[in-house]
DNA sequence: CTGAAAGCGCTTACAG
DNA sequence: CTGAAAGCGCTTACAG
């Protein structure tokens, strides 16, 4: 059903009908605006964004690019984007692409080619150079969680670094001086900012990094089991993603090393079961729900105003909770 | 830069484009041809969707309609379904309803108007009048998670009542004759099915069920506890979802029950932590990857064909992780 | 093999 | 206050 359709039912012409549903009911006659909205609600017309957009008003569609869909991070982070998306009258457009550069590109074009006002992208390790182009001409992309060095962006991160380098510190301070970090992929923007805010704090207190890499849950055990029999195997561990966290327990309990008495332990990005451990996980948490809101606000306010020169850059900080893993008392 | 751009630039009709775009190169000159695609990578030209779906074109989008973003579920069905329509060559366009009956018709007429060639949706606990209409046009839906008992649409949902059945069983197994179960949220389909299938164990039994409902933490605390302290309390728990089934522990330990030896404990919905609590806690396993492809699937098939008058519904087995919580060995 | 015309459903000027 | 015309970017017939 068109604005055509209502336009024949209520004997008007199709600018009338466009008018009273648009409001512009000013411009119309009292009668003739109620006439056309009883035929409107009888018909069941709904204006088609497809037009309109055609015609080149915004599609009111906004874009998520994600790298990844994981875990609570993810469903958090979605669910307020798409609350403040559509209080603002906006649609979402997922597309995700799996931590792969070409992916994110072809996908860029995709969500391009629905005439989208704006794009939230969790970047993925790659040369984006696809955004050169749309930021040249002052499309509206705000990056989130992840950013990219080499372009003028607007991004909301976390502050992965300061997070790390505390928690760090916060090992360093119950007397640990021989404390490992765990990570898995450090090609991923913010795990690298982790692993750096960790050698940050261990450098400023003198210390040796040990760096331990594990792919998998089979390469976590194995990676760490070498270092816990080495010469001088680490009294703390500071994990770079809660999975990681969750995976080196079994591997702790089969060298028969308690927590925290025999090895402290922190995790980078909290989760529901935490407190819930045998040794309840002390954890930087990230907050999620703010990186989603804010890069929202960004976003919308970049589309209100294409034209704006300044770049925009949102840290957010993190929180470490405490709890018993690290050696506190909680 | 759209056709006309092209076109001119090659010095062809826009017709000579469009169908070199489409690859219906046999109606072209190889040469034509060959120059017009050299053009069309010199001024990087993207077929428009919207002017493609303004003439009765599919739009290549399907709808998702979400009640809730919740956690671990969430994300594993949304990557699935964003995966497939991807590999299919459509996009997804988010919605959430936040479990509200009015959000959720309002989205839908959201939805429409950008005109989405199908819908997967996961219900609120509604009337859902407007899937009437739509479903009466033959347009293509699909629930998925919870279903509709009132109206024909295809589904794809976990055998929850089974699900919760087989883990009530398992108690009953272990000697359990007092075995509570505890929820939060009856209304909503997956979750009344679940209470379904200890209901159905335990009258196959011949004994009393006991419902314990929990809004939430402290009302969990609180009616638990209250149970606890009854004159037959319940020596095994089934919790109808993990966020219980977590909540529940702290409680257990205020009341120096352990676990399993003085109280019995499954969970519905498994989570990456449930292997390391300290007593690492048995679950109902459900197949959320295949729920999510299983749904794109026969979106898909109604997609390509809208006038099957069948309706399929797919029920999706649970799988009992046993581990140490229910009292095994593990 | 190639192109001019018409139309998808809207809205922006421009007339009456 | 109301309406006829033109155009957004494509593609489906229909001609040459």
Redesign the pocket.
């Known amino acids: 059903v068109?604005?055509?359709d209502v336009a024949r039912e209520a004997g008007?012409?199709?600018?009338?009908v466009?008018?009273v549903?648009?409001g512009m009911d000013?411009?119309?006659?009292q009668?003739?605006?109620h006439h056309v909205r009883k035929v409107i609600a009888e018909l069941g017309?709904?204006?088609?964004m497809?037009?309109?957009s055609?015609?080149?008003?915004p599609t009111r569609t906004i874009g998520l690019m994600l790298a990844s869909f994981g875990g609570y991070f993810f469903s958090n982070c979605a669910r307020t984007i798409d609350e403040l998306a559509q209080n603002a009258g906006y649609s979402v457009l997922l597309a995700g692409t799996h931590e792969n550069s070409d992916a994110e590109a072809s996908q860029f074009n995709m969500l391009m080619s629905h005439r989208i006002d704006g794009l939230l992208v969790v970047l993925t390790p790659g040369r984006h150079e696809f955004l050169k182009h749309a930021l040249a001409e002052g499309f509206p992309v705000v990056a989130l969680e992840r950013e990219v060095a080499s372009m003028a962006v607007d991004s909301v991160v976390i502050e992965n670094r300061l997070g790390a380098r505390q928690a760090t510190e916060h090992l360093l301070q119950h007397g640990h001086r021989r404390i490992a970090c765990v990570y898995n992929e450090s090609r991923i923007y913010s795990v690298s900012e982790r692993i750096k805010g960790y050698e940050e704090a261990m450098k400023a207190a003198g210390l040796e990094t040990n760096l331990l890499r594990g792919q998998d849950v089979e390469h976590v055990g194995h990676t760490l089991s070498k270092a816990l029999l080495s010469n001088d195997p680490p009294t703390a561990l500071f994990a770079t993603n809660s999975v990681l966290a969750l995976q080196i327990l079994p591997v702790l309990e089969k060298h028969n090393l308690k927590i925290p008495e025999s090895m402290a332990v922190i995790g980078f990005d909290d989760f529901p079961a935490a407190p819930y451990l045998p040794s309840p996980m002390t954890t930087v948490r990230q907050p999620i729900t703010e990186l989603g809101a804010r890069a929202v606000e960004l976003l919308f306010r970049k589309i209100a105003d294409r034209h704006t020169k300044s770049t925009t850059r949102i840290a957010l900080a993190t929180e470490l909770i405490v709890r018993r893993s690290c050696g506190c008392a909680g």
């Not at 008007?12 to 009338?16: C, G, I, K, L």
């Not at 055609?54 to 008003?57: E, T, V």
């Open positions: 068109t604005l055509e008007v012409s199709a600018m009338t466009s008018r549903v648009r000013k411009r119309v006659t009668e003739t605006a017309y709904q204006p088609d497809v037009a309109k055609l015609r080149g008003d």
